[in-house]
């Protein structure tokens, strides 16, 4: 999946989806005005990102109200986009990514198939306008920067709970044997 642009991603698609939704956002949205496949990769990456936080044990050491704000995001970009309540997370960003590429490749055609009603109202030529025209996002801009700074937290803090060590940073081991203390190396 295209979360993020080709060589802007770490490999991890959970903390690219979260950052890059984070940069996109940030200022309420502003940049995406005017930019509609910026504005499908965003609201696809607020999506998945939403998501990650529910099914990903990985990010369980996110706080329970970080997880509210991104809910609340989610609802506020569906709205925004006229996306239905009800549709899966799987569907909207797939439709959106979708969105995005052909949007990218000049063809606003495929752009408009991408976006079906009832999955998105009204759909077609109307929905990548929209897109075009997404307006300020508060909500995004806030719970997106939120779960940007959880994430640096956790990172300095090293404390991802069942986290590989490459996954904050450390290189923290156990060693086994007489005291079975932790160091640091070999």
Known sequence: MDL????QGRGD???DAITAAAAAFADRGRGLAGQPEAAARAVAQLEFATEELRRNPRFAPIPDGVRR???LARTEARDALGIAEAAPSEQVVGAL????RALRAGAPAAAARALPAPLFRPGGERSVARLAEIGPLPQAS???ALLGRQLERLDAESSWVGALPD????S????FGLGGNQG???
């Open 69 to 71: 704000e991104m809910l």
């Open 142 to 144: 806030i719970a997106t």
């Open 172 to 175: 923290r081991i156990t060693t």
């Open 97 to 100: 990514l979708a969105a995005a």
């Open 167 to 170: 996954e904050t940073g450390g």
């Open 4 to 7: 993020v642009q080709a060589g």
């Open 13 to 15: 698609q959970g903390r």
């Open 184 to 186: 640091l190396g070999y």
